[in-house]
């Protein structure tokens, strides 16, 4: 009977734990300062490629309600790129002097970007609702552009869940799946699948850990295999974001 006893209680225990739901908010406060480092590479076989390491700095200078407003800037950028036989390097955190022609080049392409303040709004479920970049930097609008977060489900996830998103920029439309894999140690694990059509057509993969008390999303691991304008290519983005 004890032995009964103790397979129900530790039946309905398991039970409870493998059910656990929660709700994945963006629970930043004002004065808040994450460090978001990026990796990322671009794979376009002969054609050449693109490695480029970047940290950045963002600061939450405000939250009335649940409108979050922050300001980052890009704090090092290291890149190595090799584009029709040629290679091309850059690290800002090289003295001008120690920098090749090459580099001193790019240098002064990359200097206006690391001047620059990328002021933004996001709900606290991910939403981006603005994003302006000051002094206006074309390089910069692009990349702002580019960048894209994770809009969180307004309902409770649990194991298995599934939401999507879907966004469109310049001709191109990316349908990301998000599903649950695994809830546990305050973290929730998440697999991404997505396809790509419109002028490029390709396939997403990756996975993300968010941080359940937080919302910050501590790792987020994304490749795409993308064809366009006759091109093959892949694209790796590996970002980590620590509160300090």
Known sequence: ???????????????????????????????????????????????GGVDMKMTMNMVVTSRVGDTISTESKIKTIDMNMLQGGMAMSFNSSMKEEDLDEMGKMMKKQFDPM??????????TDGDIIETRVEPSNPAMDQFTKQAKGVKYPKEKISVGSTWSDETNEQGMNVK??????????GKVYIDIT?????????????????????????????????????IDMKISTKSTTTKI
């Open 1 to 47: 009977m004890k032995k009964l006893l103790f397979l129900f209680v530790l039946a309905t225990t398991f039970n409870a734990i493998s059910q656990e739901s929660v709700l994945l908010r963006a629970n930043y406060k004002k004065g808040d300062v994450l460090l978001v480092k990026l990796d990322q590479s671009q794979d376009m076989g002969a054609q």
């Open 114 to 123: 690391m001047k620059a303040n990328i002021l933004s709004k996001m709900s």
């Open 176 to 185: 990301t799946v998000y599903t649950v894999s695994k809830i546990e140690a």
């Open 194 to 230: 997505g396809s790509v059509s419109g002028v490029g057509t390709g396939d997403v993969t990756g996975n993300l850990i968010v941080d359940i008390k937080t919302g910050i999303q501590d790792t987020a691991n994304i490749k795409m295999a993308l064809s366009a304008n006759g």
